[in-house]
């Protein structure tokens, strides 16, 4: 008989809204301003308005992607697919509009394309049984390829002034992009704490087979979750796009990297179970604040990847130790007790 999932899942396992997980948060943010104020001290620069609206305009699509992917590693799983995502959706897309097309009916077939290819790619996870990294890295392989396909070595530019005004514009003074990344924060945060396919999320993440004894539609609300996270691309990539003003298909590469930084360093389990879209909004302008202060800084772009590099492998460290998944580390702490 099925019973409560809140009963059955281990308290644990399901939520996110705990005292651990808010001082987490408060903790994120106080850094977030330390680092601001040191590289303001390195650089007056960095803290001019006109540059604190770059940097958050640079976040704004890796804020809204990385909303999306919080669902995904919550529910314990990864997708290594979005930057191939990303590329296919907006050449698409933009084919469409050069050739006539209404661009809202352009970005609906965006939209749509990306939602159907997200679900395609939960179906083989929850239904073909095909692990999240292999099935995701397939999808990132193949995806590329067509979209290498349709446009390999083209370079697509001009979209309408209606398009580009969702990445270049102002209202009251505060960058279009960065309001639709908050847009997307606040109802990926209203998703996430307060309905039950938040709940059910996180449930699958903290304990799949208690979840499904439960009565929860396990490999339903996968679907969803990957559904979710292309549609969620498909609004990044547009928002991306309309900044830059051009599209090709070899755009968004590695940008999964960048994203899954976002999510872990916000403090969201990269074992799944637990997750807070706030943390991943702090990561996101956490990694742009870097990447703005060593360019400013004059930082190589090569040393900018290794940097990141290190980011992503310090965030994973630093997940396993909060997660007490370090053997010398919970040893130490045992016996320190």
Do not use: C
């Not at 006109?50 to 990385?66: D, E, G, R």
């Not at 539609?217 to 990957?226: H, K, R």
């Amino acid at each position: 008989m099925a019973t409560n999932v809140k009963s059955s899942t281990p308290a644990n396992n399901v939520g996110h809204a705990d005292r651990h997980w808010l001082l987490q948060s408060v903790g994120l943010t106080a850094v977030v301003i330390v680092l601001a104020v040191i590289f303001t001290i390195i650089n007056p620069r960095f803290a001019t308005l006109a540059n604190l609206a770059n940097v958050m305009t640079q976040a704004s699509h890796y804020i809204i992607i990385a909303v999306a992917m919080t669902f995904v590693i919550t529910s314990a799983g990864i997708d290594l697919s979005v930057g191939s995502v990303l590329a296919l959706v907006t050449v698409i897309g933009f084919a469409f509009i050069k050739s006539g097309m209404n661009p809202a009916l352009a970005v609906a077939i965006m939209f749509a394309l990306g939602a159907v290819i997200g679900a395609f790619t939960g179906t083989l996870i929850a239904l073909v049984k095909i692990p999240p990294f292999i099935a995701t890295l397939g999808m990132m392989v193949s995806l590329r390829g067509l979209a290498l396909l349709h446009s390999a070595g083209t370079m697509h530019f001009g979209l309408p002034e209606t398009l580009t005004w969702l990445g270049q514009g102002k209202v009251f003074g505060v960058p279009v992009p960065v309001i639709i990344a908050m847009t997307v924060a606040v109802v990926g945060a209203w998703l996430f704490n307060h309905t039950k396919f938040g709940l059910y999320v996180r449930a699958i993440g903290g304990n799949r087979e208690a979840a499904r004894l439960a009565g929860v539609p396990v490999n339903l609300i996968e679907i969803l979750v990957y559904s979710l996270m292309g549609l969620v691309t498909a609004i990044g990539g547009l928002v991306m796009i309309a900044r830059i003003d051009s599209t090709q298909a070899t755009i968004g590469t590695s940008i999964e990297i960048h994203i899954i930084a976002a999510v872990i360093i916000g403090g969201t389990s990269l074992f799944g179970g637990r997750g807070t879209i706030y943390g991943t909004v702090l990561g996101a302008v956490l990694l742009s604040m870097m990447t703005n202060a060593l360019v400013i800084a004059g930082v190589d772009n090569f040393w900018q990847l290794v940097i990141m590099g290190i980011v992503v492998l310090l965030a994973v460290a630093i997940n396993n130790l909060r997660e007490n998944r370090i053997p010398v580390f919970s040893s130490l702490m045992r016996r320190s007790r």
